[in-house]
C-alpha cells in the first residue's frame, strides 16, 4: 500500500495541488509499554563516552521557520534514541541550497497546516550540499518524539533527505555523509552501533505491525522498513548499508 495523501506537490516557482507521497506519519498517541528483548539477543544499552561520535553542524530552525511563524507547542520526549528512520521529503532535487529554507517551510506548511500537526514531522532534514537543518522544535541533542515514522515514532530520530530518491536517483556524496554524521552522533548517544539491530514496540496499528508487537529492525532503517510506503526511495534505501558503515566509523567502531 502506498502512502499517498492528498496534500502539495512542489514545482519550480509554483504551489500546485496534488498527490504527493509525503514521507511522514501522525505522531503517535503515547509512548508504547516496551518490553525487554532477551538478554543474548539485545542487552541493554547504557550510555558510554566510548562510541560518541561529535555532533554535526545543525542550523537551528528559526533559520528557515520565522518566529512569527512558529506554532507553539510542547515537546515530547522519549529517551533513549535507539534507532533512525530515513525518509524523502519527495520534492524536487534540482534545487539551490540557498533556497532550502524556503523548501522546509513549504513541508512545515504541508505537515502542519494542511495536515494540521502540531509541527513539522521529521527531526532534522538534509540538503544536498550536506547541511543539516534543525526540525521538530524540542531540542537537537533531545530524545524528541517526531512524527516521522507511525507506530516507531518513540525512540528514533526521524531524517529527512530534501529531494526524491526512487530508483534511478542520484544521492549526493555531501548528503550521504551528512546523514552518516547525524546517525553517529544521534545514536551514539546511547551507544548504539549503526550497523546493529534493535528491538521496538509498535504504538500504532496503521503501521506494518499491530499495536503492541515488538519488532526488530536495523538501528538505522528506511520508513518503508516500519510503515507501508515507499520511502525513502529505492535509490536512497540502496544507501543505507553503506550509511550505517560510515556511521560507525565515525563512532571509532571497527
Given amino acids: 500500500m502506498r502512502d499517498l495523501r492528498v496534500a502539495r506537490r512542489w514545482v519550480p516557482g509554483a504551489l500546485v495541488t496534488g498527490l504527493l507521497l509525503l514521507c511522514a506519519t501522525a505522531v503517535d498517541p503515547a509512548p508504547p509499554h516496551r518490553s525487554e528483548p532477551p538478554a ?3 542487552p541493554v544499552r547504557r550510555a558510554s563516552s566510548a562510541h560518541r561520535a561529535p555532533p554535526p ?3 537551528p ?3 528557515w521557520l520565522p518566529d512569527a511563524g512558529q506554532r507553539r507547542v510542547r515537546a515530547r520526549y522519549a529517551p533513549p534514541v535507539e534507532a533512525a528512520f530515513v525518509h524523502h521529503t519527495n520534492s524536487p532535487n534540482a534545487y539551490d541550497c540557498a533556497d532550502v529554507p524556503r523548501i522546509i ?3 512545515y506548511a504541508a505537515q502542519a497546516g494542511g495536515r494540521h500537526w502540531d509541527d513539522i514531522g521529521y527531526n532534522f532534514l538534509v540538503d544536498r550540499c550536506g547541511t543539516v537543518y534543525e526540525g521538530r522544535a524540542g531540542g537537537t541533542g533531545r530524545p524528541v518524539v517526531g512524527a516521522h515514522a507511525q507506530g516507531f515514532n518513540h525512540h528514533t530520530v526521524g531524517i529527512a533527505a530534501i529531494g526524491v530518491f526512487t530508483e534511478g536517483a542520484e544521492v549526493p556524496k555531501p548528503m550521504r555523509d551528512a546523514i ?5 552522533w544521534k545514536l551514539g548517544l546511547a551507544d ?3 550497523r546493529s539491530t534493535v528491538r521496538l514496540v509498535s504504538s500504532n496499528s496503521r503501521s506494518k505491525y499491530p499495536k503492541g508487537t515488538s519488532v526488530r529492525l536495523n538501528a ?3 520508513h518503508s522498513d516500519g510503515y507501508s510506503t515507499q520511502c525513502p526511495g529505492a535509490a536512497l ?3 543505507l548499508p553503506a550509511i550505517r558503515k560510515a556511521a560507525a566509523r565515525l563512532q571509532g567502531r571497527r
Fill in 220 to 222: 538505522v532503517s528506511g
Fill in 57 to 59: 553542524s545543525v542550523v
Fill in 237 to 239: 534505501a540502496a544507501e
Fill in 40 to 42: 543474548a539477543e539485545a
Fill in 180 to 184: 552518516a554524521a547525524l546517525v553517529a
Fill in 61 to 63: 530552525r528559526e533559520k
Fill in 105 to 107: 517551510r513549504k513541508v
Fill in 192 to 194: 548504539v552501533d549503526p
